[in-house]
C-alpha cells in the first residue's frame, strides 16, 4: 500500500453524500421518463431486474443507517415497494437516517466498532467509519451496473455519472 499524505485525506462524507443524493434524483427522474427500464433483468433472486437492485441499493442504505443509529433494523422483508414513489422513499427514508446520524456523530462514536449479522456475509465488525463509506461505495457500484445494463439495452440517454463531471463543489 502506497503512503499518502494526510495533507490530502479531505473528501467529507457530505460531499460524496450530496454527489450520491445528486445522483439519485437524476435517476428518479429517468425512471419516470422511463419505467419499463425498471424490469429489466440484471441479476437473481431479489435483484433480478433493476428495480429489484434499486431496492437493495436503498435497502441496505436504511439498514446500515438504523445501526448507525442504534435503531432497529428493518427487516428486507418488509420492503415491498409496488410503486417507484416506494422504491424511492426507502431511499429518502435511509438518507435522512444517514444524515441525522452524521449530523450528530464525534470521532469517539465513528470510531465505535459494531458487530451485526448480514444477508449474506455473515458476522461483520465494522467501525462507523467503516459503514458509512461503504454505503457511499455500495450504492456507487450497484448504480454503475445499473448504468450498463441499460445501456446494453438501448437505454444510453443517460448523463456522465461520474464525480469529476458533476456538479458537486469541492
Known amino acids: 500500500m502506497t503512503k499518502r499524505s494526510a495533507a490530502f ?4 462524507f457530505s460531499t460524496l453524500l450530496a454527489y450520491r443524493d445528486s445522483e439519485t434524483e437524476r435517476w428518479r427522474a429517468w ?9 429489466i433483468p440484471i441479476g437473481t433472486g431479489r435483484t433480478a431486474t433493476v428495480q429489484g437492485l434499486v431496492v437493495h441499493i436503498f435497502a441496505v442504505e436504511l439498514r446500515y443507517a438504523e445501526r448507525l443509529l442504534g435503531l432497529r433494523v428493518t427487516e428486507y422483508e418488509e420492503l415491498e415497494p409496488a410503486t417507484l414513489d416506494d422504491v424511492f422513499a426507502i431511499g429518502h427514508r435511509a438518507r435522512g437516517l444517514i444524515d441525522r446520524f452524521l449530523g450528530q456523530a464525534d470521532e469517539a462514536e465513528m470510531r465505535e466498532v459494531l458487530e451485526f ?10 467501525s462507523r467509519y467503516r459503514i458509512t463509506a461503504n454505503l457511499v461505495n455500495h450504492g456507487v457500484r450497484h448504480w454503475a451496473q445499473i448504468a ?6 438501448g437505454m444510453g440517454d443517460q448523463w456522465p455519472h461520474d464525480l469529476l463531471l458533476s456538479d458537486i463543489d469541492l
Open 9 to 12: 485525506d479531505g473528501v467529507s
Open 148 to 153: 450498463t445494463v441499460l445501456r446494453q439495452h
Open 117 to 126: 449479522r448480514t444477508l449474506t456475509a455473515g458476522t461483520v465488525r465494522a
Open 31 to 39: 425512471f419516470d421518463a422511463h419505467p419499463a427500464a425498471l424490469d
